[in-house]
């Protein structure tokens, strides 16, 4: 096994560039996006059967012959395979993402208009789940044992409760209950109260977790003894200080949070009847139809891993200690 | 103003004990410390840990910890006592009157600010200024620390500046608002000692220009130069007070006595720093010279106490170099290195952290493969070997590495550890070589009944007992001991050296000691080798290299070793 | 001597810790009852999961039926009990696929020369860029809903995540000291991952596969849920909550109670897990 280089021998070696760092990433984000690409391209192809009857609903879809070989022909199905994913790296790079046989248009069209949608609810439920999470962490570490518990209890509903059940039980109380909030998505900031609020609970057990550690961690770290051996007062320091060390992970943490509230919304715009890529993404799923599938998800990585590079950017600025570590 | 800086008496520093059965019981830290500093004085209190020297000086701006409880006949700095401050006037009192400066500043200071706003902090928190002002007089506190373009230095961050640059700025930070008195709380630890030596120097200035200076600290040798009294404390109270003269060199007290005894510096080679003789050194040298005719190649059979002036030649190193590529960069660990390890004897290799002694160590090891230059183990290629071609040969280097819990495997039981050395990996069951085990647990200085414990619940002495006896389970001729102290205690330390003095008599053992106190490197090694960026930049005999050499880093540790001047 | 103290801690106290806190015990007793419902489910719900009543549908709870009943008047508390076996057999092949796979790929990368490390994870990487649900989705566009198909996308769709904590346990292990003194000592390389890296890893590889049955159970439950995996009339958890979906508003008794026991059991799993990685640590 090759042992790594010790770093007690070396000298501290210098830090990559900011610049450099960012080349490399961004380098790295083309090829995940490529690769996620060439899976999609072979997702079609993995069906059992012909690819052109897959593409129009999977076997089974009884398509006639001349639809069939109107998707060859678009779709080039009779040429070598190369050529055929060449054609399709091609077409991807000026968004024609094909077309949806279920919806009658062009992908990139009925994505261009579930996702907005979908972007609003996973910015508000990240915002909301970020608020949860400080007042909680703040909470649970000024607040002595009951606040400690709570903490920990919404930590575990994190972990263990499934978004559906959740919003089952958030409509039960608050819509059925109290009637306070409707129980399907409606136009309007209403409709998505409950949405939001499923998707954010959990997620902010989960970041409430990790700033209240982090807080802890910080809360005793030397530096908060120096602070108070200069004079500062308890409330200073929490603000100056440790609050800025507890946000540290759970600005790191929101690139995969993002992917984790889309991936919830799936689930949670279904239960919701609300309009979305994830509603629109489960019933391609049910439909089987896999041009609609394959685009959708192409789309959902390429803003994940956007994302998720925007993050790890923020965290390095923020934290000086993240460049000297190895990559 | 009249009376002492900081006036302390009949300090009491208590916990509450949670082993304590049935009612709430406290441990006593501190158990009734007075003393006093004066203005321009530097008062030291020593101690290893577990005494309650930091507990003390931090309870002086009620930083004792959570849950103390601290009661004092009197606690007073500059005439206010401090125990009845709260509030707003203690929060006026520290950093005002009263500046802390602890340990590590990679750490102390928050690695997310420039050091400059740290700085301003305290100089927003006790003086008038505006920020121009503030901005100006960290430039000035700066310059004053001895930190070259301060201008600069203000704007970067603790990780941006070298260990010693960070503790100057550390005191900076500490001073900037011309406190009465300064608690200086281990304020070299983690330096590299000529580095350490500045920084003391720094300190003494301060004292010199009339500020009270409270010095805490494990290393004797280190307070030695710079204290004008110095106070020995163990479990809670002081055992000792005087002049440093006083107390190093006619300490009264059993427990000085011993300290002063344990520390290494200035001690000559082959005498022993622990006063009683480990059990086993009644052993007889039958045992020890069946040990040196075992051993391939034979050796020459004196085992006299000093040992003889050119032992065997078990070990040679000839213009190894090293090179490592991280990350786009170069890093050159060792450039032309080359030594000999001889029978009986030691070579003590010294140089600060980064200089390039572990990676030499490693290759030693066959850890890592040099890029140029070789390494000959009894005369037989060493390091050019496949590494199956090595293998049957490994026993004859064993190693002791620095950090001893991380070098055991955490599920395996001391047994189990010194099973696997002496069946060469066959097994784990100590049941079978149950005898060795327990001769080896002896030779070392330890219970047998250690056998079922596991290290995590051991001493760190205790643990590097255990890491000596797996080295020599397997009957070497050469040991690399890496650091193999650093992390222990003063008076633990001393018995650990001894130890691995007495084995080296015994077995007719080559050391390579790599170590970074210089003071253990002289008083343990017959020959000295200094490297700085990865070369070896004066070697010979120790006692007269440091003195006869022309390298300038090599005068520097020379000088470091004198002290800061008073 | 803080040192002293330590050792004089005693030889038999290595495992100070061990009493449960208060929520293990709980979690503990949850997973007995499953346990117990999962191999003899007459032992708790004595009736008959499958037996239809179209005069008792859609009851709410009652003393009669302890969770309702559903649309066929299938007493909902019977099926709750007689599904655990399925859903928990579920559970854990996906999590067996999941950590199967992910064992495979952490220790390829975490002990293998630096290219194939670098490979591996470039797959890994690749694999992360899709979050969540969203690979296990790409899995059942391509085979078709069902259980088996849920069960493996949902192995799949979890196995990257384990495989990097595993990939940074296995490096982690490789490089620390007793491995180094393990080489100087003359040990191979294959004796030293099997007597010091395996050891070592699988305390924490047991930590991860008890929190990851919590996980799976809750991923194939969500995809029955949105009836790409189990169906109707199975009583399958995950079955019930599909069928339960239309009716929410007025009969929510059919999606809580299926979903209390996934949450139970889900969080039973994650306590546990985490009682054990807390021990873990505290010993090592």
Known sequence: MTLPVPTTGARRRPAPGNRRWLLLRAGGVVFVLWAAATITFFTLRLIPGDPAEAILGGPGSQAGPEALEQVRREYGLDQPLVAQYLTYLRRLLTGDLGQSYSLHKPVATAIGEQFGATLTLALVSLALAWALACALAAWSVRGGRVAWAIGSGLELVAAAVPHFWLATVLILFFSSTLGILPPVSVPGPLGIVLPALTLAVPLAGF???????????????????????????????????????????????????????????????????????????????QLRDVTLVTGIVLVVALAYTVMTLVTDLADRLIDPRTRAATA | MSGPVLDVRDLVVAFPDRRGAGRARERRVVDGVSFQVAAGECVAIVGESGSGKSVTARSVVGLAGEGARVSATRLSVDGHDVLSLSGRRLRELRGGTVGLIA????????????????????????????????????????????????????????????????????????????????????????????????????????????????????????????????????????????????????????????????????????????????????????????????????????????????????????????????????????????????AGRTLGLVGESGSGKSTTARILLGLEQPDAGEVTLLGEPWSPLAEARRRPRRHLVGAVFQDPLSSFDPRWTVGAVLADALTRGRTVRPGSVRGEVAELLDTVGLDPALVARRPLHLSGGQRQRVSVARALAADPRVLILDEPVSALDVSVQAQVLDLLDRLQRERDLAYLLITHDLGVALHMSDDLAVMQDGRIVGSGPAESVLDTSNHPYVHLLAESLQGPAR | MSGQRAAAAGAGSFRPAFRPTVAEALAGLILVLLLIAALWPNLLAPGDPLAVSRTEAFQPPSFAHLFGTDESGRDIYTRVVH??????????????????????????????????????????????????????????????????????????????????????????????????????????????????????????????????????????????????????????????????????????????????????????????GRGIQKRNRSAA
Do not use: C
Request: glycine share 12%.
């Open chain 1, 207 to 285: 970041l409430g977790q990790v700033m209240r550690e982090s807080l802890l961690t910080a809360m005793e770290s030397p530096f908060v003894t120096t602070a108070r051996a200069r004079g500062e007062s308890e409330v200073r320091i929490f603000w100056r200080h440790t609050l800025r060390h507890a946000a540290i992970p759970a600005v790191g943490l929101s690139g995969w949070a993002f992917g984790s509230l889309i991936s919830g919304a799936v689930v949670v715009e279904s239960v919701f009847a609300r309009q979305g890529l994830g509603r629109s993404l489960l019933s391609a799923v």
């Open chain 2, 103 to 342: 340990q590590d500043a990679l750490v102390s200071l928050d690695p997310l600010r420039p050091v400059g706003r740290e700085i301003g902090d305290t100089l927003a928190l006790h003086t008038g200024l505006d920020a121009a002002g503030r901005r100006a007089r960290t430039v000035e506190l700066l310059e004053r620390v001895g930190l070259p373009d301060a201008e600069l230095r203000a704007r970067q961050r603790p990780g941006q500046l070298s260990g010693g640059q960070r503790q100057r700025a550390l005191i900076a930070a500490g001073i900037a608002a011309d406190p009465r008195l300064v608690i200086a709380d281990e304020p070299t630890t983690a330096l590299d000692q000529p580095v350490q030596a500045g920084v003391l120097r720094l300190l003494g200035q301060l004292r010199d220009d009339g500020t009270g200076v409270l010095l805490i600290s494990h290393d004797l040798s280190v307070v030695l130069g710079i204290a004008d009294r110095v106070l020995v404390m163990t479990d809670g109270v002081v055992v000792e007070e005087g002049t440093p003269a006083e107390v190093f060199e006619r300490p009264r007290h059993p427990y000085t006595r011993r300290l002063v005894a344990a520390v290494p510096a200035g001690r000559p080679r082959n005498t022993p720093l622990t006063p009683t003789p480990t059990p086993n050194s009644a052993a007889t040298p039958t045992p020890a010279s069946g040990a040196v005719e075992r051993g391939v190649g034979g050796g020459q059979g004196a085992r006299t106490a000093t040992g003889p002036a050119f032992g065997e030649l078990l070990l040679e190193a000839r213009g190894v170099s090293k090179t490592f590529h991280v990350g786009g960069t170069e890093i050159v660990a060792a450039r032309g290195v080359s030594f000999d390890l001889r």
């Open chain 3, 83 to 272: 599904g655990a076996a399925e859903s928990l057999r579920i559970g854990v092949l996906a999590t067996a696929i999941g950590i199967g796979l992910a064992v495979v790929l952490g220790f390829v990368a975490g002990l293998g020369p630096r290219w194939l490390d670098f490979g591996t994870t470039r797959v890994v990487e690749v694999l992360f860029a899709f979050p969540g649900l969203l690979l296990a989705l790409l899995f059942i566009v391509v085979t078709g809903p069902g259980v088996l198909s849920s069960t493996i996308a949902v192995g799949l769709a979890t196995a990257p995540g384990y495989a990097r904590i595993i990939r940074s346990q296995v490096r982690r292990t490789a490089a620390a000291e007793f491995v180094e003194a393990a080489r100087v000592l003359g040990r191979g390389r294959l004796w030293i991952v099997a007597r010091h890296v395996l050891p070592n890893v699988t305390a924490a590889l047991f930590v991860l596969a008890t929190l990851g049955l919590g996980q799976a159970v809750i991923w194939v439950s969500s995809l029955s849920y949105l009836g790409l995996g189990a169906v109707p009339p199975a009583a399958e958890w995950g079955a019930m909550l599909a069928a339960g979906r239309t009716y929410i508003a007025n009969f929510w008794w059919m999606t809580f109670f299926p979903g209390l026991a996934i949450v139970a059991s889900a969080a039973a799993a994650t306590v546990i």
